[in-house]
């Protein structure tokens, strides 16, 4: 049953294994092409057009990221590209400068810029981040043209080229090898980088923020630091085209560029890394046999091909959005992941509070929408170890003091202290932090994402690897052990078997389970549920009911909203009733069934 389950889910993602072999060999046969090329009898000319797509590929992998898994759109790689280029023409042909010293400049200098205007504009909403982008894009570009030191309009002549001791890379089919050996390994690392605890949160960032940041995640951090990688793909780039061309001026790196990588990137398909080589080459082939056709059609030289890119992306965003890469993916390798973390240690868990002492003061919290008063000013405590329910007709506040507690929403008035801390003003991500988890009541997750992927977010505050050691793969050791705790909390809720299905593809009631899962993963002190049990079936919910109990007596403290009463009754402790945004009463559950007010507040009548 179990092995079934697991197989066919990771059929859906892999498909059958001799599929997955040929897909493994066509990846391979790539790589071996993109090898030999130069070695084979094949014209300059084609090489040359390679080297062309290495350059820009590495360009729209960047943007792969940005667009495809993130939801930014930057105008302004070409201006990155720009700044790797200049760089290092400048400082090799001014002061004399090697060019791998050049490059690591360039990559400073790039990251100190992309810095900045990630830092100023990613916080900005909507339509900020692309402005912003194009803004960027035309004054560098400007200032290139005009400074007399970078040489306005002509430029930079004379960029030594690349040595690798004896070895220089003057000739296309040496540089060749350095290029492709960057696009490469650019898209490994990139690959490697998704497929991590940072690339999860990554992951997350579209669509995914306030999910993220209740699990404790920095998400503006992670955008700015995407941003800051594929500037500096971009710049790499740069670098080379600089040493491949032997001069600079500005002309490539205008917007018309920047609007020419986005091409790429759309046209490839913004969802996968590969998208990006795919992309690269269709643009460059079709430039170049505009380049011959348009002059002839038109009579005259100019810059129409712009023209066509722009109709033709149009085109492909109304109809085939995800670009050509849906079409490819079919030959290409699909990732998966082998069950290797039996043997990895578990992560050192939280100390838990003394049973019974004070655990959570909610004192006077406020809530107000405009003139809608959702919370009044309501107080409650919880003790370490006691499940407390609380109850209230639909739009009573429930959700709303969940929101409150975990710092989700602003409160207007009141406050919160956990463990004997004032949380108050603290952001939803530092009180995760401190060992406060929680569900949503309408579902957030990452449906793309596997179960098991959705549930070690809820375990990144327990890892420590960033981009760069995900990108070496330098992070597989903790990785074992964010699964092995991922999957011991699926078995907890009875999901295991599961793990590999894609999220988006469970019934609700499970999407619900696999939350608790992951709001488990964080290893928390205190767990808020927002009705667990919606979408439940009879079993299913006796099942979660026997979990609730088994982590109270493990420890665990518990609030719980839910509608179910048979639910409710037989396992709080305590129960605190809302009725329009106020504390209608708190007792044990017989004197809360008793209350003759409660039930006047459920059958909706006046007492
Ligand atoms: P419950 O969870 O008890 O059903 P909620 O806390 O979701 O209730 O909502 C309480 C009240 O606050 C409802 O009247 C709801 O319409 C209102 N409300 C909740 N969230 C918002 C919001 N973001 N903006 C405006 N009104 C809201
Ligand atoms: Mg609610």
Partial sequence: MKTEAVDSAAAGVAGAPARRAARRALLVAFVALAFVLPQLPVPDFWITQANYIGLYALVAMGLVLLIGVVGLTSFGQAAFVGIGAYTTAVLATALGLSPWLNLLIGLALTCASALVLGWVTLRLSGHYLPLATIAWCLA????????????????????????????????????????????????????????????????????????????????FRYKVQVFVIAALLAAVSGWLFAHFQRSV???????????????????????????????????????????????????????FETIVFGIGLVLMLKYAP???????????????????????????????????????????????????????????ELRAGE??????????????????????????????????????????????????????????????MTVLENVALGGWQRGHSGALAAMLRLDRAEERRMFREAERELARIGMADQMHELAGNLPLGRQRLMEIARALCTDPVLLLLDEPAAGLRHRE????????????????????????????????????????????????????????????????TEH
């Fill in 140 to 219: 560098l570009n400007y200032s290139m043209a005009n400074m007399e030191w970078l040489g306005k309009f002509d430029g930079i002549l004379g960029v030594p080229p690349i040595a690798i001791g004896a070895i220089d890379f003057t000739e296309g089919r040496n540089i060749y090898y350095l290029i492709w050996g960057a696009a490469l390994l650019g898209a490994a690392a990139l690959i490697n980088l998704l497929d991590s605890r940072p690339g999860r949160a990554i992951r997350a960032l579209n669509g995914g923020v306030p999910m993220a940041e209740a699990m404790g995640i920095p998400t």
């Fill in 322 to 380: 995800q670009g050509l890469w849906p079409f490819l993916s079919k030959w290409a390798p699909a990732p998966q992941r082998a069950r290797d973390w039996d043997t990895a240690s578990a992560f050192p868990e939280r100390e838990r509070p003394q049973r019974g002492s004070l655990l959570l003061e909610v004192e006077r919290v406020r809530k107000q929408f405009g003139g809608l008063v959702a919370v009044n000013d309501v107080s409650f």
């Fill in 249 to 303: 001026n500005p002309s490539p790196f205008g917007i018309k560029w920047g609007i020419e990588y986005l091409v790429m990137a759309v046209i490839g398909g913004i969802g996968n890394v590969w998208g990006a080589f795919a992309g690269a080459t269709v643009v460059k082939i079709i430039e170049d046999q505009l380049q011959v056709i348009l002059p002839r059609l038109t009579g005259t030289t100019g810059n």
């Fill in 541 to 604: 919910k006796k099942a979660l009911a026997e979990v609730l109990r088994q982590l109270r007596a493990e420890g665990m403290t518990l609030l719980l909203v839910e509608h179910d009463m048979d639910f409710v009754m037989n396992l709080t402790d305590r129960i605190v009733v809302m009725e329009y945004g106020t504390k209608l009463m708190e007792g044990t559950p017989a004197e809360v069934q008793a209350s003759p007010a409660v039930r006047a507040a459920y059958l909706g």
């Fill in 387 to 448: 499940i407390l329910g609380l109850i209230g007709p639909n739009g009573a506040g429930k959700s709303t003091t969940f929101n409150l507690v975990t710092g989700t929403l602003p409160k207007t008035a009141g406050a919160v202290r956990f463990r004997g801390e004032d949380i108050s003003a603290l952001r939803a991500r530092e009180i995760a932090r401190r060992g406060v988890s929680r569900t949503f009541q309408h579902v957030r997750m990452m449906p793309a």
